[in-house]
T-cell receptor
């Protein structure tokens, strides 16, 4: 099993550009989520999904879109990048959300100039 | 909303020392997570516990549900234990158990 994979590992964007961060898991997990990690702050939930076709907002959803067309994939789209979106992004999956063991991807480091 | 607090923020120890990292939360929960993040690395789940104690190698996690408090202990610490340790708990007890709230982490440095 590859577990949770994320691409790219590192990306530089200019303000206003759009991009998609990819996340995939091969463990047949229903629950997937996107977090951002900033210095001095805990991981913050951007969006999450409890199954294919179902997504919901987390704590900091503005500027981001998600979709879940398959169980395996959960891409995160930045619509118009801003310097405030400079961060490290982690995708995670689990069988049943907060009451189950969490599996994290390796992270994507994003720099918005 | 659950508030998760960790202490200390930073911890420096000598190899071989016994380490304790604390986590407290404000809302009653069904499970608490301890995670490890090495410098520049990904995040790995160490423990998920809902009561009592769990042990894995030199790591021990305990939880006191009544006091809303959990501790992570490392026995005979080693430089390879140097990492950020993160505590996380479900966001609320009313339908929010899918969402985790994370502490800010404890940065542990173990010197040889």
């Amino acid at each position: 099993n590859a577990g949770v994979t994320q691409t790219p590992k590192f990306q530089v964007l200019k303000t206003g550009q759009s991009m998609t961060l990819q996340c995939a898991q091969d463990m047949n997990h229903e629950y997937m989520s996107w977090y951002r990690q900033d210095p001095g702050m805990g991981l913050r939930l951007i969006h999450y999904s409890v199954g294919a076709g179902i997504t919901d907002q987390g704590e900091v959803p503005n500027g981001y879109n998600v979709s879940r067309s398959t169980t395996e994939d959960f891409p995160l789209r930045l619509l118009s990048a801003a310097p405030s979106q400079t961060s490290v992004y982690f995708c995670a999956s689990s069988y049943g959300g907060g009451r189950e063991t969490q599996y994290f991807g390796p992270g994507t480091r994003l720099l918005v100039l | 909303k659950n508030e998760v607090e960790q202490s200390p923020q930073n911890l420096t120890a000598q190899e071989g020392e016994f380490i304790t990292i604390n986590c407290s939360y404000s809302v009653g929960i069904s499970a608490l997570h301890w995670l490890q993040q090495h410098p520049g690395g990904g995040i790995v789940s160490l423990f998920m516990l809902s009561s009592g104690k769990k042990k894995h190698g030199r790591l021990i996690a305990t939880i006191n549900i009544q006091e809303k408090h959990s501790s992570l202990h490392i026995t005979a610490s080693h430089p390879r234990d140097s990492a950020v340790y993160i505590c996380a708990a479900p966001g609320s007890t009313q339908g929010g158990s899918e969402k985790l709230v994370f502490g800010k982490g404890t940065k542990l440095t173990v010197n040889p």
